[in-house]
């Protein structure tokens, strides 16, 4: 696996890393590989209402196909680049934005997510197991261990982009406010392939897609903490629950 002490830290507008060539070339193919199959299977209604993308949740029968990013080693490794102490509950999806697809709304993550149980030690559970829906909690079958979490760490993967130059949009725009919409942002990160962006989610992390002439893709996943340890860190914030 790899090591992250090479991966700086940057500080503004907030906490972030951004990395190039993250894995190895065969690695790197094999991750393609599934996500290519898992976009081609994935229904026009994966398409999120007023948001231009295909969104397909990944879970426990994705890991090989995607191998490493959902073992418990990586999720370890990506916490452990921004020093935080995560819960290993995962919600992750591929994400793909076809061509002339609109600027996204800017928003921060801090939202919360439903689990139908808690991730034992070592292991990880993957949001919609057992029937529990991420976003509101309600389930399939009665779960007497059904947990809420809040998202701490996003991890944004960016991957079949081939041939991206900066003209094609696509980027992640990350902000110091979202008082403008998505006019100014504080920096612009290119979705290049084989590149990873981190940051924690706080009230202030705020960050949007920005408009692509051509299909944009990566993979998405966020790791999660107690709603109690976030309130303490964040006494003044409610979390921003799901319309």
């Not at 065969?26 to 231009?52: H, M, P, Q, W």
């Not at 993967?157 to 919409?181: C, Q, R, S």
């Amino acid at each position: 696996m790899l090591n992250n002490s090479l991966w700086p830290v940057r500080q503004h507008p907030y906490r972030h890393v951004y990395v190039e060539n993250v894995f190895s070339d065969n690695i790197y193919k094999s991750i393609c590989e599934g996500f290519t199959l898992k976009c081609s299977k994935a229904a026009e209604t994966s398409r999120v209402k007023n948001y231009d993308a295909i969104i397909e949740p990944l879970g426990e029968p994705d890991r090989k196909a995607f191998y490493p990013l959902l073992e418990h080693k990586w999720l370890s490794l990506i916490s452990n680049a921004l020093g935080l102490v995560t819960t290993f509950e995962v919600d992750a999806a591929i994400h793909s934005h076809p061509a002339e697809s609109r600027t996204g709304w800017v928003h921060n993550d801090y939202n919360p997510g439903w689990f139908a149980r808690t991730a034992e030690e070592g292991k990880t559970i993957f949001s919609f197991a057992d029937g529990c829906r991420y976003r509101n909690g309600s389930c399939d079958a009665v779960l007497p261990e059904k947990i809420c979490r809040m998202r701490y760490l996003t991890m944004i993967f960016y991957l079949n982009n081939d041939g991206w130059v900066e003209e094609h949009g696509g980027v992640t725009g990350i902000y110091t406010t979202p008082a403008f919409g998505s006019l100014h942002p504080a920096v612009l990160v290119p979705p290049k392939n084989n590149s990873l962006l981190l940051f924690e989610c706080t009230p202030h992390s705020w960050h949007t897609f920005m408009t692509t002439s051509r299909r944009r893709n990566s993979i998405t996943l966020w790791l999660h903490r107690s709603m109690e340890s976030s309130r303490k860190q964040w006494p003044n914030h409610e979390p921003v629950y799901w319309s």
